[in-house]
C-alpha cells in the first residue's frame, strides 16, 4: 500500500463524477425499491451501451455529442418499450427487465465480436473508466443531474409512468459514460438497502452518506492498492451499506417491551 504516491488531481475529477452520479440515483433508487422494479437500472444502462457500441460502429468520436445522443435515444427507446410491457403485462414487469437486459448484452457481444477491441470496449462500459474523467466531461452530466433533480422535486409523486422512465434513461445515459454499467446499477440500488430499515426522514440521509464514503473509500484504496476502481468502489458501496443496515435502530413493531 502506497498512500503517499496517491494523486488527488487524478481522483478528484472521478468523486466529483460519483457525487453527480449520487444525486439523481439516490432518490430514484428509493422509488425503484419502492416499485420493486429494481433492475431496470441494470437494463437501461447496458441498453445506453448498447447506443455507445452502435455509434462506435459508425467511428464517431468517444465522448462526443454524437455518441452521447445515441446512447440517449437507444436508452428513451428502451424506457418506452418498458413502459409499454408494464402497462401490458405489469405482472411479469422484472422478468421482462431481466429478459431485455440480456437482450441488450448479448447484441453488444454480436456487435463488436469482430472488433479486435470489442474485448477492451465491452469492459469499458461494463466497469467504466472513472479513474480518467476530466472536468469538462462533467458539464453534460451536471445539467442532466440539475433538470433531473428539479423534475423530481417538482413533481414528485405526480410523474407519470412515461414519464419515470424516461427521466430514468435520460439520467443514466448521462451515468453510464461516466461510471460504466456496474457502478451505475450499485449507485442507485445498494445505498438505498444500506438506508432502507432507518427511519423513513432518515433515509435519505443515510442513503446519501453511503454512497459519498463509498465512493470516496473505493477510490482511496483503487489508487493506494492499485486495483481496478469501479469494482473497489462497488465493494465500498456494499461493505457500508451493510455497516448501516446493522446499525439502523430496532423496529418498534417487533420489540416485545414496544407491545401492550
Sequence with gaps: MSWSE???????????AGVLVLATHVPLGAQVL?????????AIAQIAGLGV???????????????????????????????WTEKKWPEVQEAQIGV???????????????????????????????????????????LVTLVALAVLRILRERLSRVGFYLLFALVVT?????????????TLIVPA?????????RRLAVAYGVGVAGYAAG????????LPTGAMVVWCLAALAAAAQAAAPASRQSDPLSRG
Design 219 to 226: 477510490l482511496l484504496l483503487s489508487a493506494a492498492l492499485d
Design 53 to 83: 457500441i452502435v455509434a462506435g460502429m459508425f467511428e464517431l468520436a468517444p465522448g462526443g455529442w454524437q455518441v452521447q445522443l445515441a446512447a440517449a435515444i437507444a436508452a428513451c427507446l428502451g424506457a418506452l418499450l418498458l413502459t
Design 174 to 186: 448521462a451515468s453510464v459514460q461516466l461510471v460504466g454499467v456496474y457502478l451505475v446499477f450499485a
Design 34 to 42: 419502492k416499485k420493486g422494479i429494481v433492475f431496470i437500472d441494470l
Design 193 to 201: 438497502l444500506g438506508a432502507r430499515k432507518h427511519p423513513e426522514r
Design 100 to 142: 431485455l437486459f440480456v437482450l441488450a448484452a448479448t447484441a453488444g457481444i454480436l456487435l463488436l465480436a469482430k472488433n479486435p477491441h470489442g474485448g477492451e470496449h465491452l469492459r469499458d462500459l461494463l466497469a467504466g473508466q472513472i479513474l480518467w474523467v476530466s472536468y469538462a466531461q462533467l458539464a453534460l452530466p451536471l
Design 6 to 16: 496517491i494523486d488527488l488531481a487524478i481522483l478528484l475529477p472521478a468523486f466529483a
